[in-house]
């Protein structure tokens, strides 16, 4: 019996044999004393006000009414920075789901026998998933410069790890009877892995690419304040500049370009699965 269960004992019920059973008493109270301590640290160490927050929250709804109406005559300034934000994503993205297809079944355990390749394969997803994507594209600019060559790579960083730790997650779920068959055939591996295998797995594979895409869009209007090219690069100029009609027309456009994205994905997941 642990402590909780001296502490508070649990509820005995006598049923109408004679025969008694107990209840154990809900853990929700140490649960909720966790989280309200928890919570309590937290803002200590963040030094978080809240007078503050409902003091200088509306000065928001200022620099919001700024931006709008938005500035139309900056549109053709914003034209080729959101199309490199969609070139990167895209490509990011394509590269990223790509290169981890081999990675992830080595990660699987059903594929992959060796345990020490698959714990290898799956420290090495864990490992990049915790680097940030910022961080990511500002190592590639000190790399390859400033440009959407940055972004793309630290977008294709984040694909891989995201859309691995998915897919193999995805075939240690699959039938593995076809797969065995084709190895009892002769067929390598790698040959069974394709050929049994990759047909269970694409339907969601490709869904879980599109939508890591949508979310790139997203996440790469922002990979401009570390000069990783893209809408976020004139972004972030523009909110230097206090250009805040600019700047509205800035979101209007990633809006609807995040809009069509996430419209067209949607159609195309559904018909995928």
């Not at 978080?48 to 700024?66: D, E, H, M, S």
């Amino acid at each position: 019996m642990s402590i909780y269960d001296k502490l508070f004992p649990p509820k005995v019920y006598k049923l109408s044999g004679g025969k008694e059973v107990s209840q154990k008493r809900s853990r929700a109270p140490i649960y909720v004393i966790l989280v309200l301590a928890m919570s309590i640290l937290s803002i200590k160490v963040t030094a978080f006000n809240p007078t503050t927050l409902v003091a200088r929250g509306n000065q928001f709804f200022v620099i919001l009414g700024k931006m709008f109406p938005p500035n139309t005559g900056y549109f053709g300034s914003i034209v080729d920075p959101i199309l490199d934000t969609i070139k990167m994503s895209l490509l990011g993205s394509a590269i990223g789901s790509i290169l981890c297809v081999p990675f992830a079944m080595l990660a699987s355990t059903n594929v992959c026998k060796n345990r020490v390749v698959v714990t290898l394969m799956r420290l090495i997803f864990s490992i990049i998933r915790t680097l940030p994507t910022l961080v990511s594209a500002l190592i590639a600019t000190f790399i390859f410069g400033l440009g959407t060559i940055a972004g793309t790579t630290a977008i294709a960083v984040f694909s891989f790890s995201y859309i691995g730790k998915i897919l193999y997650e995805e075939i240690e779920t699959v039938d593995m009877g076809a797969f065995e068959a084709m190895e009892a055939m002769g067929a390598t591996r790698t040959q069974a892995f394709i050929s049994s295998i990759v047909p269970q797995v694409l339907p969601s594979f490709l869904s879980n690419s599109l939508y890591n895409f949508e979310g790139n869009v997203r996440y790469a209007a922002v990979l401009g304040y570390v000069g990783a090219g893209g809408i976020g690069l004139i972004l972030n100029e523009q909110l230097g500049w206090r250009e805040y009609p600019n700047v509205g027309m800035i979101l209007v456009v990633l809006f609807v370009t995040v809009f069509c994205i996430e419209s067209i994905s949607r159609w195309a997941r559904k018909k995928l699965v």
